[in-house]
């Protein structure tokens, strides 16, 4: 339960911090509408505000957050793309970064290298407490809202 609190966490976080708007994040959902998943965060980004790459190159990080949180949480530096539970997230990435790079192998480099930067990014502090703070508040309320995201994620950053 905690590795997928971090998850959600990191999707929440990033997305918070890049412009996007989180409508919830639970460590409990409701699989009656697709196939069975630990976690779920709904965001949503308000197009008008980004350029169509800027939009895609946020996404992608929002979609690769989950990931990294949860590599960092259990210390295991796995590839996103080669952890069955992280399938989801990576073919949004992947699907995401195809705008930005057409080429396969440009792709993946471009993928692995966003990874990195997450994981160095997100390891900083205060991010990390951020994070940390996030997840601590799902495993004691499996569910957030939109403003209980901001104002917890807001303590820590000053945003």
Request: charged letters at 30%; a negative charge; hydrophobic letters at 40%.
């Amino acid at each position: 339960m905690e590795p997928t609190a971090y998850h959600e966490a990191g999707h929440a976080f990033m997305a918070t911090r890049l412009g996007a708007r989180v409508k919830s994040v639970t460590i409990d959902p409701d699989n009656d509408d697709g196939p069975e998943r630990f976690g779920d965060t709904q965001i949503f980004w308000k197009r008008s505000k980004f350029s169509d790459r800027e939009f895609h190159e946020r996404a992608v990080k929002v979609s690769l957050a989950g990931p990294v949180a949860e590599m960092l949480y259990t210390g295991d530096p796995f590839h996103p793309g080669l952890v069955a539970e992280w399938a989801h997230d990576w073919q949004a990435a992947w699907e995401l970064a195809a705008v930005l790079i057409p080429d396969d192998r440009r792709r993946l480099e471009y993928l692995e290298q966003t990874t990195g930067e997450l994981y160095r990014f997100m390891d900083a502090e205060p991010n990390w407490s951020a994070i940390a703070a996030l997840a601590d508040h799902l495993l004691a309320h499996e569910t957030l809202e939109t403003e209980e995201v901001r104002d917890i994620i807001r303590d820590w950053i000053g945003m």
